[in-house]
């Protein structure tokens, strides 16, 4: 008795399987179609990603090893200037941060100082610019200004770069050790190089700098 009560209880079981398929089964197949669509549209994505990312490391490694072979003035400086601009154009976000602030640098190692600011700010202002790199386009722009550039503005740039726990601290507290100095507040620059000069988290170059300066204005 028990194995015809099973057989019966497969058959309601099929007939029930049969009759929801037949309710059900094109929402079913179009799900899965969908499903079938979703993983290879990502898959193609992932693949075009990866073909774009190695596109612009390629690019980019390109133009680096240009910019080395033209030198600080070599006649080959704008092609190297040029390869960056291309990669800026058609990278993605990383790589086309990264060429705008080469750029900058040949640009500024050429004399083009305002054509080098223009990239600098434009890489600042840009929110979707990693803020590591939105830091360095600042603290660079403040390297090449700090001895004209309005002083208002330098210490706009430079103070928040010199808050506690930013990676560029060092550097800008010793441009604004440099700025006080140009401006004349001299106890102020040498109180700065002091606590520079003593700090054992700056950079060897930080301190030995803050060091020479501090002996040269008499601290």
Partial sequence: MVDIFDEVEEELREERMQ?????????LFAAALLMIGAVAGWKAW???EERRDLTAATSYL??????????????????????FQAVAADAPNGYRDLARLREAALRADSGDVQGASALWDKVAADGSVDPLLRGLANLTWCLYHVDN???????????????AGNPWRSLALEQLALLDLRQGHTEAAKTQLKKLADDMTAPNGVRSRASTLLNQAGG
């Fill in 62 to 83: 390109s133009a680096s090893a240009r910019s080395e072979a033209a030198g600080v003035a070599g006649p080959n400086r704008p092609e190297a200037i040029t390869a």
């Fill in 149 to 163: 550039g309005d002083p208002a503005l330098l210490e706009g740039r430079l103070k928040p770069l010199a808050a």
């Fill in 46 to 48: 992932v693949w075009y």
């Fill in 19 to 27: 009759e929801l398929l037949k309710k059900y089964g094109g929402l």
